[in-house]
């Protein structure tokens, strides 16, 4: 999820209650690793920061919504 309003480009994740502590656990482990990887090589993730930014369009997807999932689309 994209959070624009404190850092330009910051994602921002919001788990819910359903989610397991040991996914958290996980999820936290690869941000902290991301973190010494950047300051290790601060140029190696420059690339990834240019993948565009999408709003949903709520509205449209409740009118019409997608919920079969098909291989390969």
Partial sequence: MYF???VPEA???EPTERVRLETLDGF???MLSFAEEIKRDPDGFKDFSSL?????????AA???DVRWVPGE
């Fill in 28 to 30: 936290c482990e690869l």
């Fill in 52 to 60: 565009p930014v999408y709003n949903l369009d709520e509205v449209a």
């Fill in 11 to 13: 994602p921002m994740s």
């Fill in 4 to 6: 624009p309003l404190i």
């Fill in 63 to 65: 009118l019409h919504p």
